[in-house]
């Protein structure tokens, strides 16, 4: 409306057509004469006009409509001519979709965490539609708690449709409300109330993405959409466990990885063959091992749980990769890894969290390329991500392998901005810093990597990561000119 508005101030010395304001307003996007209108009567309502008096806007017959009324400028300069702005990345070629945090309307801030779980499976299925591009999680959940403005967001994450909502859970009821929203004008394409005994909580989840995929493409066949089915727990204690968990884990601490993994522990002592659950199991140890002291047991631990989440999660993209990337990182089986990587993208191929863990093992076995590639497709998916610090920094790793250490340098200290407690993401721009002579910096980088982890040595970490033969000197090379020790 105040893009609209704005419009007609600045051209109030003409007549403007539709055409016209498409074009400025909407950026040449498909508008119904019903959006317009809505939006010209809201234009008049907040300048306390209305269609019958016209004392500001007016409609011209079979010609478009005008601002009428005075205007002046404050500053001594004009008004200058608003288009909607680009301020993220611009839509993809293929239907895109946001889903926002759900409201909790329980009155309980504890309920959350339930909240927040089912709107990560609708995330979840909605990104198992193959010609759907579905922004992920971390970037979705950047406004939580926040009032937005959907076109903004929409712009924001470069998306077309918006999924918002609300939950409130008592007893053993649950009432989720939805509403598809299209971000290009603000319209409401299509919305819901269910109500179910919490027992029919996964079927609910399926009925809700059926039905935005319905909405979103209202032509498609029913046949020509996929199920969003996923493997579910049978017990909803284990699921509201593994809930409670990912929170700690995503905090890519040891400290917070030990503190979810008494709650998986017990996950998985109710459900021994819950897939996401070994997942996360296995990334939790593999944090406590990379950055909690290299003890063997967690290594180990984290490889078992890694073969389980691949066995009993076929059909789970999420448990996929998290398995793969153990595999891949700690058990250095780098051809397991691809194949559990690549059968998640079969089956979620907008899932970002495949490309961002999946391109520390491709990049340590030193296909940069991919590594590259993953690492920039993941920060697509999830520009606002808060782990986008990890393709970031494989971004700028798989540049050092390819020479091109300027661009490394650029990737890296984008990554250390995002986290500087991430210890490794210091040692990966020092290398780049280091073969461009740059060395005081990149010593500085070198022992910010150290104050972080006291117990760093080149061998201990290359070793323990599996870094591939062809690569090993180039990489301990510049970790030893940058002065970290052998």
Known sequence: MFDLLHYLICNRDRVVSKDDLIDAVWAGRIVSDATLSSRINAARTALDDNGKEQRLIRTILRKGIRFVGDVRAEGGTDVQVATA????????????????????????????????????????????????????????????????DVTQVGRDLGVRYILEGSVRKAANRVRITGQLIDAADGSHLWAERY????????????EITLSVVSAIEPNLRRAEIERVRRKRPDNLDAYDLLLRAMPKIHTFMPEGAAEALPLLDRALALEPTYALAHGFAAWAHQSIFIRGGLDPAHRDASICHAHAAIEHGPGDALALALGGFSIGLLAHDRGLAIAAFEQALALSASCAFVYAFGGAPVAYGGDAARAIDWGERAIRLSPRDAMSCIPQGIIGFGNFLLGRHEKAVEAGRRAVQMNPGFSILHGWLAMPLAMLGRLDEAKAAGARLRALDPGFTIGRWSASVGIAPNIADAVIGALRLAGLPD
């Open 85 to 148: 702005p680009e301020t993220g990345p611009g839509l993809p070629d293929r239907p895109s979709i946001a889903v926002l945090p759900f409201d909790n309307m329980s009155g309980d801030p504890e309920q959350d965490y339930f909240a927040d779980g089912m709107v990560e499976d609708i995330i979840t299925g909605l990104s198992r539609i193959k010609w759907l591009f579905v922004i992920a999680r971390n970037s979705s959940f950047t406004y939580k708690g926040r009032a937005v």
């Open 195 to 206: 109500d179910r005994d919490l027992t029919d909580v996964f079927a609910l989840q399926d």
